[in-house]
């Protein structure tokens, strides 16, 4: 029976739908969520066939978050872009005990306690980061972390997850909450696929991480929902209407409260020992767990602390992933490559023999730079430890000297750049040796261009890297500015460029000119200036011309602008040919708002470096920071010989009396009034 859009169905038909739908979320939080399921798969089956009958009779009733809709929905064209509500932050890495001891002492002394710090500690899982919103209670949009300020939407890929409820249940919902969660395939169900599909001919996957991860970016959700994937939700971004709980521990037993399936193995320890007593016994464990990890994560847990601890760039300074040891294989090196990056940096890559480590097949790995071949002494021919840590780039970590055979040679610096035969200079003191060619080497040109026209900084659809080979091959593209002097004459005489995508990689171009004043310094491609550093410059400025004009001096009063950073923008827009280049794009149409300018920096306090412990009657800790960093002054975490002095409010902790025994002179309350010019009534 067909029932026309829009028309109801029989109320007993309606109540029985909803009631299957109660009965299936109820058994998929007990099997996915809960691992303990009350009735069989048969049974689950029959009460899931029911359902679809009911639904294909009255389509009436099919719901956004009826079980029968994690099948798949038709293939999408491409990914939407999302803008996270909160940015998905990315986490600091520490690698040994050594580094988790560091970060525990940062984190005490910011807080300014010799108290044990409570952590909540969780395995790190190997997968993918997504973000599920929630409106209602309702499932309404899945992302994928992406550059942690956009993601891709692959709602319809998370729908079919069945770990993912389309609905929240129990009291409490609030009207919106954005979950973080780790998409994953456990061990069991991962050897299971593989094995399947190599009884059906089909292609096999490498490790659980790359499935999970290409799983959740197929274009066609009906492929994701044939794949075993599973989720932990390990936090929350944004939440609308409900306070959350005031640890890191209680909101994952709130999310656990909601229906979201949370890590079993989540604990709450005391300190660096506690910490690190954690690792080894998840270290231990690792082989038995039923899904890959590469890692533990550590947490303040009291959400109070990570609010005053705040972020350093994009990463949280409350939060470290420890990692475990990087996988490492034995291999040897055939051939020794250089290659010219953006900024005419030469990179050495060892070729060699192909091993399978960290779960791939591994051919190349980087040598980083001619210091670390010559202090490492490493050879062609060879015998060399790899090492490779999760998606980083594998390296060679250093020489099997036993094994090095009698033909074994020397590794050299090439005196000529090899792609536009320039010469190559080594500057003393510096490791990295780069071709003098600038924008005359194709190798810069086309990397500075894919820089450029990269998603993170002038968002140039269409403008690839095979193209971009073309374009500066023939000569069509030398600088920058000359991309917005193409025409569609000129793009379709290219290589599989029809006069459609043509028109579509001009109508690129021309949106690519509206953009923002820190997207278009982080295109410039400046030494060292990522999109952080670029959105610190725009926001202390608020324009171009301020920024081209600033010498290093003004650029160190940006923060986290240090003098190596403030040398390479103040040298960046000294150069005529950088700014005439600025110009032309100008001239062109690229344009941007300007931004909002920072609160112009003093001078009185320059060269000065204080440390604030205690409180201060009508006045928090990070307005005196804020104060004194206006003034000039640089704010310090902790105490040294070099500290100006030490800002003392009521109950301080260790930072005054290593003051005290340093001889550091101290700041009490009216002074400190003195000291900002402000009057405390």
């Known amino acids: 029976m067909t029932v026309a859009p829009g028309v109801l169905a029989p109320p007993d038909a309606f109540d ?4 299957l739908r109660e009965q299936l979320a109820h058994h998929n939080h007990r099997y996915y969520v809960l691992d303990d ?68 002492k940062r984190v005490r002394e910011l807080l300014d306690t010799d108290d ?99 799983s959740l970016r197929q ?13 932990y939700c390990y936090g929350v971004g944004k939440i609308e209407g409900e306070a959350l709980p005031a640890k890191q521990s209680e909101i994952l037993q709130q999310l656990r409260g909601w229906g979201l399936r949370t890590s079993p193995d989540v604990e709450v320890v005391r300190g660096a020992a506690g910490c690190l007593d954690y690792h080894r016994r998840i270290s231990a464990r690792r082989v038995s767990l039923p899904y890959e990890i590469d890692g533990v994560v550590y947490k303040v847990d009291w959400l109070a602390f990570q609010q005053e601890l705040g972020f350093v760039s994009r990463a949280p300074r409350w939060a470290i992933a420890h990692k475990f040891p990087a996988q490492e294989e034995l291999t040897e090196i055939i051939d020794v490559l250089f290659s010219v990056g953006r900024t005419g940096a030469l990179t050495p890559t060892a070729k060699l023999k192909p091993v399978f480590v960290g779960g791939v097949t591994v051919s190349n790995a980087t040598l980083h730079n001619m210091d670390e071949i010559e202090r490492k002494d490493v050879r062609i021919g060879d015998w060399v430890m790899i090492r490779r840590a999760g998606d980083v780039i594998p390296e060679v970590i250093g020489v099997v000297r036993d094994r090095r055979p009698p033909h074994a040679r020397v590794i050299e610096l090439p005196a000529r750049c090899p792609i536009c035969d320039s010469a190559v200079i080594r500057v003393e003191g510096e490791a990295v040796a780069r071709c003098s060619g600038g924008l005359i080497c194709p190798a810069q040109r086309k990397e500075a261009i894919k820089h450029y ?54 109508d690129g171009i021309e949106r690519s000119k509206r953009t923002t004043l820190a997207n278009f310094v982080y295109a410039l491609g400046i030494r060292e200036v990522g999109e952080s550093t670029a959105r610190a410059l725009a926001g202390h400025f608020g324009n171009l011309d301020a920024i081209m004009k600033a010498d290093a001096q003004a650029l160190q009063q940006v923060a986290d602008v240090g003098p190596v950073v403030a040398q390479h923008v103040a040298t960046f827009f000294q150069q005529s040919h950088n700014r005439e280049v600025i110009r032309s794009l100008r001239e ?94």
Not at 184 to 199: L, P, R, T
Request: glycine letters at 8%.
């Open 588 to 681: 062109r149409g690229v344009n941007w708002p300007d931004a909002e300018p920072a609160a112009p920096r003093g001078d009185a306090l320059v060269g000065r470096t204080f440390v604030v412990t205690g409180t201060i009657e009508g006045v928090t800790r990070e307005d005196i920071k804020q104060r004194l960093l206006a003034l000039g002054a640089k704010v310090s975490g902790s105490v040294s010989k070099k500290t100006t002095a030490v800002i003392v409010g009521e109950n301080p902790g260790s930072k005054f009396r290593k003051a005290e025994e340093l001889g550091v002179p101290i700041i009490g309350a009216d002074e400190l009034h003195d000291l900002l010019g402000v009057n405390p009534d």
């Open 219 to 231: 274009l066609d959700p009906r492929l994701t929902a044939k794949r075993p994937l599973s989720i």
């Open 453 to 506: 026209a990269s998603r993170r900084a002038m968002d140039i659809e269409g403008l690839g890297e095979k193209l971009i080979d073309q374009l500066v091959d023939r000569d069509m593209v030398h600088t920058l500015d000359d991309i917005y002097r193409l025409n569609l004459e000129q793009l379709t005489g290219l290589e599989r460029m029809g006069e459609k995508s043509a028109r579509n990689l001009l």
């Open 37 to 104: 399921p009350e009735v069989p798969d048969a049974e689950y089956d029959r009460l899931l066939r029911e359902l679809q009958s009911l639904e294909a009779q009255h389509p009436a009733l099919v719901t956004q978050d009826s079980p029968t809709q994690r099948v798949g929905a038709e293939p999408v064209k491409a990914f939407g872009e999302v803008v996270h509500e909160l940015p998905m932050l990315s986490l600091g890495n520490a690698f040994d005990e050594a580094e988790v001891q560091a970060f525990d």
């Open 116 to 214: 044990d710090i409570e952590y909540a500690a969780e395995p790190k899982l190997d997968g993918l980061a997504i973000s599920l919103l929630y409106r209602d209670g309702q499932l309404m949009r899945g992302a994928t972390r992406g550059n942690g300020i956009k993601g891709e939407d692959i709602t319809q890929n998370v729908r079919t997850i069945r770990a993912v409820p389309l609905r929240l249940k129990g009291p409490g919902c609030p009207p919106l909450v954005e979950v973080r969660a780790e998409a994953y395939i456990a061990k069991k169900d991962f050897e299971s696929y593989n094995a399947q599909a190599a009884a059906r001919g089909e292609k096999t996957f490498v490790n659980p991480r790359n499935s999970a991860a290409g």
């Open 16 to 19: 029985r739908a909803q009631r």
